[in-house]
């Protein structure tokens, strides 16, 4: 694998609007990442993404073509669409985001035993995108009972949303693989850049220019927000 510069993956994202989810609105799944940052660019159509962290609690981010928006991990999100939204997306780390680093809110429920968020979550060998809208309307589904704490009990909604952030933390802390492929996917672009430093005024390009597309020219990958095609994603 040949990771963009500083390690960075860059995903095209059709966000889901084939059929609505049982909440009525048209997206993807509620998840959080551990390790990666995020950069969405809106390209084109419209609509929001819902933020929850149990410090601030709920809020809204407005998304239209020009828009670029980042975020840091630990944040809870989903991405609701109103118009064919379509997103250019960096994520730090070149993929761990679709190679362990997120985790999706099923409910409460689901989360708090590791054998039915693990049934809940996978998607079948040679998944459709039936399987993944599936799995999407599984995670509104428990994502309403989220909701309706937000609005209801917010002593409930914080509470749930700590043990969620913290469960995820712990079963990645207990994940060695995940910082094989940080390595592979994230070289020390710092350190490469130290070296040129040093080995001024010598100036010697280490490969040859790189071309990727992100046009739908091949069969994209079932992400949790969207259809994706990926340049500089680890795989799983």
């Given at each position: ?7 960075i ?18 997206g993807?799944?509620?998840h ?13 159509g419209?609509?929001?993404?819902e ?18 928006l980042?975020?840091p ?11 064919h ?36 979550a ?12 599936d ?6 589904a428990g ?6 704490w ?18 995820h ?5 207990a994940r ?15 350190q ?25 020219d ?8 969207g ?7 680890a795989?799983?």
């Amino acid at each position: 694998m040949n990771p963009v510069i500083g390690g960075i993956s860059i995903t095209g994202v059709q966000v889901y609007d084939q059929r609505p989810a049982p909440d009525g609105l048209f997206g993807g799944c509620p998840h959080l990442h551990a390790v990666a940052h995020e950069v969405y660019m809106i390209q084109s159509g419209a609509g929001w993404v819902e933020f929850h962290t149990p410090e601030k609690g709920m809020w809204r981010e407005g998304l239209k073509p020009g828009d670029v928006l980042q975020f840091p991990p630990g944040i809870l999100h989903r991405i609701v669409t109103e118009s064919h939204l379509t997103i250019t997306a960096l994520l730090s780390h070149a993929g761990l985001a679709e190679a362990g680093d997120a985790r999706i809110w099923f409910g409460a429920e689901v989360d708090a035993h590791p054998e039915a968020y693990t049934a809940t979550a996978g998607l079948p060998v040679n998944a459709t995108l039936e399987d993944a809208l599936d799995r999407r309307d599984r995670a509104i589904a428990g994502y309403r009972e989220l909701l309706d704490w937000w609005d209801n009990d917010r002593e409930r909604y914080t509470q749930a949303l700590t043990s969620f952030r913290d469960r995820h933390g712990a079963a990645m802390a207990a994940r060695p693989d995940l910082e094989a492929k940080l390595r592979l996917a994230h070289p020390a672009w710092g350190q490469e850049g130290l070296g040129r430093l040093n080995a001024l005024p010598q100036i010697v390009p280490e490969y040859e220019p790189r071309r990727w597309s992100l046009a739908d020219d091949h069969p994209p990958r079932l992400g949790m927000c969207g259809l994706l095609q990926c340049v500089g994603a680890a795989e799983n």
